[in-house]
């Protein structure tokens, strides 16, 4: 059977599926008695092991009249079955009170110990159970003090129930006394400490557990804020930009009217060619104000460099050739009609891919390649997987970036490996471009 397990909250889980559920999906499956996120269900395990414990070592007839009596004494079977009952469902509470659970455990230990008149057979696992469960669930001089308690009954049980040639304590001579006392104690406090330690060391794994579960949960929060904030930081890039554009077109626009009403009366048709071209500019406007619907401005003043172009990526590709060992750039199709944020676009694409080359795969062979489409530009910057070791690891939020521009265009943009182990970014702008908000 394949089965997988999961920590929840310092619990293992399991499926049988080989799924990681909760819970409550696999009590619906019928598996959630394998939950021991649940106390009763370790608390019955122990429980369970108990009674071929007792009646195991009963069987080995270590103790011969004490043996007889546990397997052929119907009321001693009874009497045992029902301390270990009492004993296992008091271990369902360890958690909520795990020192009343402890105290009430040595308690119920001592006397199925009186009862069989064995220290070996009343000392089940559930006894060492409720040891471990306090160590994890208390520390300090409280775990201390309930550890020496639980020595001592055990010692002073031991001694009691030990009998030497045939005598009891009473009957010892008083120089016997000291080997008595001290082999019984040298092994209580032994195993004292081992199960002690060893509940030490399950709740520095659950502790451990758990910060390392916040931890994640820390660095995928960490990593949403940082997505996000270059959302946002994009999104105010583009606006600035594309205020730009207009700003541009609007310029454009205000001078040919102003000529145009110079010359209105003096040289009508000189006026009509300019008012056409202010029609045209207008709208080109109108598209490039369309583009930056829905985008919110919150960064500073407009820059006073010009507007990137896609005729400008000649220029930041032959920048690129002195860092990249070889680059090539292909341009298929007519571009400089295309409306400002369209080429805008493109270009910042362009920009980041490469700037990703630089980080990521130095010393690469690249390709930029622009082909104009029916309704659409075709970006692509491809590059092999250089052996120079990255600068730095950018965390992929220059791909959020690209994709939320030519998302925001209407557009779309994939990166990834491609099937010749190159890595590849790909985007389709339209040429009529919109925000889609």
Same mark, same amino acid.
């Given at each position: 059977?394949?089965?997988?397990?999961?920590?929840?909250?310092?619990?293992?889980?399991?499926?049988?599926?080989?799924?990681?559920?909760?819970?409550?999906?696999?009590?619906?499956?019928?598996?959630?008695?394998?939950?021991?996120?649940?106390?009763?269900?370790?608390?019955?395990?122990?429980?369970?092991?108990?009674?071929?414990?007792?009646?195991?070592?009963?069987? /080995?007839? *270590?103790?011969?009249?004490?043996?007889?009596? &546990?397997?052929?004494?119907?009321?001693? &079977? #009874?009497?045992?079955?029902?301390?270990?009952?009492?004993? *296992? #469902?008091?271990?369902?509470?360890?958690?909520?009170?795990?020192?009343?659970?402890?105290? =009430?455990?040595? @308690?119920?230990?001592?006397?199925?110990?009186?009862?069989?008149?064995?220290?070996?057979?009343?000392?089940?696992?559930?006894?060492?159970?409720?040891?471990? @469960?306090?160590?994890?669930?208390?520390?300090?001089?409280?775990?201390?003090?309930?550890?020496?308690?639980?020595?001592?009954?055990?010692?002073?049980?031991?001694?009691?129930?030990?009998?030497?040639?045939?005598?009891?304590?009473?009957?010892?001579?008083?120089?016997?006394?000291?080997?008595?006392?001290?082999?019984?104690? !040298?092994?209580?406090?032994?195993?004292?400490?081992?199960?002690?330690?060893?509940?030490?060391?399950?709740?520095?794994?659950?502790?451990?557990?758990?910060?390392?579960?916040?931890?994640?949960?820390? /660095?995928?929060?960490?990593?949403?804020?940082?997505?996000?904030?270059? #959302? &946002?930081?994009?999104?105010?890039?583009?606006?600035?930009?594309?205020?730009?554009?207009? !700003?541009?077109?609007?310029?454009?626009?205000?001078?040919?009217?102003?000529?145009?009403?110079?010359?209105?009366?003096?040289?009508?048709? $000189?006026?009509?060619?300019? =008012?056409?071209?202010?029609?045209?500019?207008?709208?080109?406007? +109108?598209?490039?104000?369309?583009?930056?619907?829905?985008?919110?401005?919150?960064?500073?003043?407009?820059?006073?460099?010009? *507007?990137?172009? #896609?005729?400008?990526?000649?220029?930041?590709?032959?920048?690129?050739?002195?860092?990249?060992?070889?680059?090539?750039?292909?341009?298929?199709?007519?571009?400089?009609? /295309?409306?400002?944020?369209?080429? =805008?676009?493109?270009?910042?694409?362009? $920009?980041?891919? +490469?700037?990703?080359?630089?980080?990521?795969?130095?010393?690469?062979?690249?390709?930029?390649?622009?082909?104009?489409?029916?309704?659409?530009?075709?970006?692509?910057?491809?590059?092999? /997987?250089?052996?120079?070791?990255?600068?730095?690891?950018?965390?992929?939020?220059?791909?959020?970036?690209?994709?939320?521009?030519?998302?925001?265009?209407?557009?779309?943009?994939?990166?990834?490996?491609?099937?010749?182990?190159?890595?590849?970014?790909?985007?389709?702008?339209?040429?009529?471009?919109?925000?889609?908000?």
């Amino acid at each position: 059977m394949n089965v997988n397990h999961r920590m929840r909250n310092g619990e293992w889980m399991f499926d049988s599926a080989g799924q990681n559920v909760s819970g409550q999906a696999l009590a619906s499956r019928g598996w959630g008695r394998f939950n021991l996120n649940n106390p009763a269900t370790a608390a019955v395990i122990v429980g369970l092991l108990s009674v071929p414990w007792v009646f195991g070592l009963a069987s /080995l007839k *270590t103790e011969p009249e004490t043996s007889n009596r &546990v397997l052929s004494d119907p009321g001693t &079977v #009874v009497g045992i079955m029902g301390f270990l009952t009492v004993l *296992t #469902v008091v271990a369902c509470a360890r958690r909520r009170y795990p020192i009343a659970y402890y105290l =009430l455990t040595l @308690a119920g230990s001592g006397g199925l110990m009186l009862f069989l008149g064995s220290r070996s057979l009343g000392a089940t696992p559930l006894f060492w159970f409720a040891i471990m @469960a306090v160590s994890i669930r208390v520390s300090g001089m409280r775990l201390v003090g309930l550890l020496v308690l639980g020595m001592a009954m055990d010692v002073i049980l031991a001694m009691y129930l030990t009998e030497r040639d045939g005598l009891t304590v009473a009957e010892v001579q008083v120089g016997e006394l000291p080997h008595l006392f001290l082999e019984p104690a !040298a092994n209580t406090v032994t195993s004292f400490l081992v199960v002690a330690a060893m509940g030490k060391i399950v709740a520095r794994l659950r502790k451990q557990a758990v910060e390392n579960s916040q931890a994640v949960a820390d /660095l995928h929060r960490d990593r949403e804020r940082k997505i996000a904030n270059a #959302v &946002v930081a994009e999104r105010q890039d583009m606006a600035r930009e594309l205020h730009d554009v207009a !700003a541009h077109h609007m310029t454009g626009m205000i001078i040919q009217a102003r000529a145009a009403d110079k010359f209105f009366s003096s040289n009508p048709e $000189q006026a009509q060619a300019l =008012l056409g071209g202010v029609i045209e500019q207008g709208q080109r406007a +109108l598209n490039s104000l369309r583009q930056i619907v829905g985008i919110l401005r919150l960064g500073e003043e407009d820059p006073d460099f010009p *507007t990137p172009m #896609v005729s400008d990526i000649d220029e930041l590709v032959d920048d690129c050739r002195r860092t990249i060992s070889s680059i090539s750039l292909e341009k298929v199709g007519r571009f400089d009609d /295309l409306d400002s944020g369209v080429q =805008l676009t493109c270009y910042r694409i362009v $920009q980041e891919a +490469l700037s990703n080359v630089l980080r990521h795969a130095p010393g690469s062979e690249s390709k930029v390649c622009l082909s104009r489409e029916a309704g659409a530009v075709r970006v692509r910057v491809i590059n092999t /997987l250089g052996n120079a070791r990255p600068s730095s690891d950018g965390q992929n939020l220059g791909i959020v970036g690209m994709r939320e521009r030519a998302t925001l265009m209407g557009g779309q943009l994939d990166a990834g490996p491609n099937s010749e182990g190159e890595w590849a970014v790909q985007a389709l702008v339209p040429v009529n471009g919109r925000i889609n908000a």
